[in-house]
């Protein structure tokens, strides 16, 4: 298992509750992404952690969403209060870390986030 | 802002044939360019990187990159229909954090 893995793969939820999604990243990856992608559309930055670094929160829609990446690892991403726009699928990307090469982002398989 | 635009499509080739998908990007910053191909119900995958000018070759794919013209183009040599999906054209400069086209529908067909 040497790629990006992701849980749950499918999330329902009920608008109002709080979910959790986990990324594990590639072993050796210092760098961890979050994106969302709403179908048809394009990948939505929301998220960048480097190594022990402050994260990058730039494109969090909402002080709803949140995340931590613990041991520089296994990555958490909050949603508080969900509302049914926040039904997508939710994608971690992995990569090496700084350096022309360190941006080739390996991508997890995704969690569908849907909001009833 | 930092954009990079494809043409949504689709484009449609005849099996075999050379398909090319263009991309351009406005940082002069981004040293870094990536295609991904997204099928259907299925995450990004990395197909191609490059950061010099010219073009890079991997088997029926090849890269090109004029930086001058800031502008990345990505040929599918031979296509099959199994190359059918979403392709998708990614930037990144010293932030790390790359920006993404919309991406384009390519569509062989038998």
């Known amino acids: 298992g040497a790629g990006v893995s992701q849980s749950p793969s499918n999330k329902v939820t009920e608008k109002g509750k709080d979910v959790e999604l986990r990324c594990d990243p590639i072993s050796g990856h210092t760098a961890l992404y979050w994106y969302r992608q709403s179908l048809g559309q394009g990948l939505e930055f929301l998220i960048y952690f480097q190594g022990n670094s402050a994260p990058d929160k730039s494109g969090l829609p909402s002080d709803r969403f949140s995340a931590e990446r613990t041991g520089g690892s296994v990555s958490t991403l909050t949603i508080q209060r969900t509302q049914q726009e926040d039904s997508a699928v939710y994608l971690c990307?992995?990569?090496?870390?700084?350096?022309?090469?360190?941006?080739?982002?390996?991508f997890g398989p995704g969690t569908r986030l849907t909001v009833t | 802002q930092k954009e990079v635009e494809q043409n949504s499509g689709p484009l449609s080739v005849p099996e075999g044939a050379i398909a090319s998908l263009n991309c351009t990007y406005s940082?002069?910053?981004?040293?870094?360019f990536f295609w991904y191909r997204q099928y259907s119900g299925k995450s990004p995958e990395l197909i191609m990187f490059?950061?010099?000018?010219g073009d890079k070759e991997d088997g029926r794919f090849t890269a090109q990159l004029n930086k001058a013209s800031q502008y990345v183009s990505l040929l599918i040599r031979d296509s099959q229909p199994s190359d059918s999906a979403t392709y998708l054209c990614?930037?990144?400069?010293?932030?790390?954090?790359?920006?993404f086209g919309r991406g384009t529908s390519l569509i062989v067909h038998p």
């Open positions: 940082d002069r910053g981004s040293q870094s």
């Open positions: 990614a930037g990144s400069g010293g932030s790390y954090i790359p920006t």
């Open positions: 990307a992995s990569s090496l870390g700084p350096g022309l090469a360190g941006v080739e982002q390996y």
């Open positions: 490059i950061y010099s000018n």
